[in-house]
């Protein structure tokens, strides 16, 4: 059967939807859900992640600290068949402080997700920042 567009985009919102709200509660099982095993994770100025067992290691290293918010939103598809979706997505990470919560990073998500078992998993993930850049 086709799938449309409207059933990508609900597979593809709700795998990025989880993911943030995983990676907010520093969730590795719950993140690590959302990949396929060949997954590929681009972060600039951290590397390039590849297969789940490394990227696994990652998220366990990037549990939060403290209270934070990723706040995904304007989710484009930008390609789709009914294997293999293509996605951009911006993003605002937030962080409380001492002196409440504040933009920490814009970026955007450059997204390529596999449909597996009916869900929409993310088989590489290349984070882009806007307006910043890490140090090297």
Do not use: C
């Not at 449309?4 to 709700?14: D, I, M, Q, R």
């Not at 997954?39 to 390039?48: F, I, K, N, Q, R």
């Not at 706040?71 to 789709?80: A, E, K, R």
Request: cysteine-free.
């Amino acid at each position: 059967p086709m799938t449309t567009y409207a059933e990508v985009f609900a597979g593809v919102y709700a795998t990025v939807a989880a993911h943030a709200q995983a990676q907010d509660a520093g969730n590795t099982d719950g993140i690590m859900a959302l990949y396929t095993p060949d997954a590929v994770l681009e972060v600039p100025g951290m590397g390039v992640y590849q297969g789940a067992d490394v990227i696994r290691a990652a998220w366990d290293d990037w549990k939060p600290k403290g209270l934070q918010r990723h706040m995904p939103v304007n989710i484009v598809i930008t390609d789709w068949d009914d294997e293999e979706a293509r996605a951009t997505t911006d993003v605002v990470f937030l962080a409380q402080g001492d002196n409440g919560w504040s933009v920490q990073i814009v970026a955007r998500y450059h997204d390529v997700f596999r449909q597996v078992g009916g869900q929409w998993l993310l088989s590489r993930r290349a984070d882009e920042y806007v307006g910043w850049q890490p140090p090297s």
